[in-house]
């Protein structure tokens, strides 16, 4: 009986440990990173900000879930994604308000919700991770997903399962741009080819540049950059520059309908995409490609402006997602 | 002559079973029950999608091949490294019982993320040899814990009256059943497992288990009481029937292994000499440290080294790393430790009085309701803990921010480890001691403070540094609890992912170190590793 005494008072002085915050945002990207923006947000505003966070080695169900799950109380002001589709998913549960966001008028139309209830930012491309001393001849490297399925490169690239995260993403927007037919080719065409299904873009990332295994791969501009800044002899070729055009995944922020601190949120999503904010990211180590034209960023991040970007509708894409994955399951999933 | 007392109403049993009620009971069956009304009226529809596809019926059979398989090899190495460090004069074998034990401090995907940079072996027999690596301690500390137990004049006189042979065999079959609750442990483990499999599935060697699918499932989840939340609860039946069915087993194995009694004339087992055999054995007792502690602390030490970059390791790097995690996470750190350990006394606390009531009030269903936390995926757990802590009139709702959510979440989820090994305890002392307290008068709270908590305490620590290192480990729950967002585990899986290997290996072995304090510390003190873990 001591014991559940003790326990008991023990829980009742951690119940009194919860520090009061002017702001809780829930953020899925990179923590080291997004830790930065939050503190410089609480220097320059004074708000305190209680961050949670997520990992995508578990799904990335964690903040989804709970922001579902609390929907009909919410504890979230802020959700900070990584991506755009479930962000996309959310708003269609009526989980976010809107918002005018004034700091993102330049920020290009498409990546931005009509209806004000989110702003893409900083976004990540998919691109291909070329070793080159796999691949040492300029004119034998890949240009486009096709090449994937070209038997050239029999055996020799690499893909994450397009389950979650970003390929995932890739795959159902590719459903929804070239239709289900051509995409259902694309599919078939890898696994012929023998394309190694990795389990994310970090593991083709290393694959690709490690000494052994595929030469080149389907991943992620931040990760590319991991294997950059690690000193292995990579390069990224921005695919299909002369057919549909590089796939360009945005950062996403979204106000939490009827959050706890509305009007701390709507500084914080403003701040969230500002080009001061966006060039934060640029120079960080996940080098995300800033979409405000003007944003300044370092050398390795290619200007959005640069590159031919594929035309992809998110909505449309998350739509396809929901109808397409039972599918991609069966194909990956077992 | 003193009269009768009259018997104390059982306060702690009421209190334990109600906060167990509160904590997993309601939430569970609430969730489970609303499956049965998707989108406000009475449908069977997310239930009639139970292992319709073949897909899910190949991952339930990739589960249930993986669970035996890992099982036969934790028993293997896990059974066999005790029975050689207990009963043979194996050389080293004070240092290797230990060592095999703290194999449960890494997470296993950190052990499977070490056996991937040395290997580029993939699929059924890696995934099954490392998870089995990572919860051999259950069939070491359980082996141990039997082999403890067993009287050894029982053996001499078998050994005296009919042979080497049938003594073994004796002896065999008295620890059977310790045995078989630390296999059965480790196949309930490996079944709730989805990253190892995950994590060593490429192309055609893939192994992908129903664990996954249920938690994909929830990576799209639907608002509460829609079809697709109720589809996501239902598809979790098959993993939770399955579970329920082991542990069931698991618990009548540890019921038929309370064969020891604590008399002043117990005397341990003779030691075998092993003869030619001396050197092969202690080959084989190294295999599981070497796979499970040596591997991964080196290879945790390399990345923060810097070995997964390109320039070369170094040790002015390894300080770096070390460093950092040391100056930017040690906030996290402590309050991991904090969490953990408080989660550890809540697991002793609840346990107790539960285990106390299933075996000596006779209420065996309490031990048998006690295992439902173990039996639900940690996802499903934790989802109903949000519901229940969050509900608009919840009357928990102030504490859902706090973290006493993270030490209910945690206490309730190894609560079944607390009871089970409590339970056992209790079972081994007996009704004499009891009955001995009553004749001279002491009132139950005497009793138990002065005759049972003395003989339980062993095994309360034990149980404390158990749900202590699996809180430590535990991912699931950490990314759905808010408060358990700061939790290590999760932090160590968001810096891996994106790249940050050196401060992630760094942050691994510091995790490692505070795990294996408390358990380091019960072994210097008792000096045997059997009973720091049973």
Redesign the interface.
Known sequence: MRTIHAVLGALLLLASCGKEAGLVAYIATDQHTSERIVRLFEQRTGIKVRARYDTEANKTVGLVTALVEEADNPRADVFWNNEIVHTIRLMGQHVFRVHDWPTAADIPDRYKCPGGHYVGFAARARILIVNTEKLKDPGERPSSMWDLCDPRFKGKAAMARPLTGTTLTHVAALYATLGEEKARAFLDGMKKNEVYFAKSNGAVMRIVAGKDGPAFGFTDTDDFNVARRKGFPVLAVYPDQDGIGTFVIPNTVALVKGGPHPENARKFADFLVSREVEEILAASPSAQIPLHPDAKAPDQVRPFSSFKAAEWDPVKTAETMDRILPELRKRFGR | MRGRRKPLPP??TI??LALFGLCAVLPLSWMFLESFFPDGSFGLDAWRNILA???ER??LLHSLILGLCATLFAVLLGSGLAWATFRTDLPGRRLLGPAGLLCLLYPP?VTAMAFADLS?AKGLPVVALLLAVSHAPFCIALTARGLRSVDGRYYEAALLARGRLRAELLLLRAVLPDILAGALLVFVFVLSNH?VP??F???QK?W?VYS??I??R???????GSLR?AEAVASSVPLLLLTGLVLYFCLKARRRGALVTVTSEFRPLPSRSLGIWKGPLFVFALVLPALGLALPTLRMCLWAAGS????GVSLEKALDSFRRVLVELSPDLGKTLGLAS?AG??V??LG??LAWASVRRKRPWIEALGLLPMAVPG?LLG?AF??AW???HSPL????????LC??GYGTRFLPLGILALANALRRFPASFDEAGVLAGAGF?RRFARIHLPLLLPSLVSVWILAYILGLRE??LA??L??A?DMVA??L????????ED?GGALAVLLCFGAGLPLLLRILLTGRAGEAAS
Do not use: M
């Open positions: 306060w702690g209190i334990s596809t073949e897909t190949l991952q995907i580029s990253g995950e994590f599935s490429v192309k893939t992908f996954e699918a938690f994909l929830w990576s799209a989840p639907g608002k509460p939340s997964t970059a390109n320039f408080l006394l809540l002793c606390a107790l009085p996802i989802i949000v519901r969050n509900a608009p709702r102030a504490l859902y921010e706090t973290p006493v030490v209910a709270l991912l699931d990314v759905i808010p408060p967002n999760r932090r899986a968001n810096i891996v992912h994106f790249g940050n401060v």
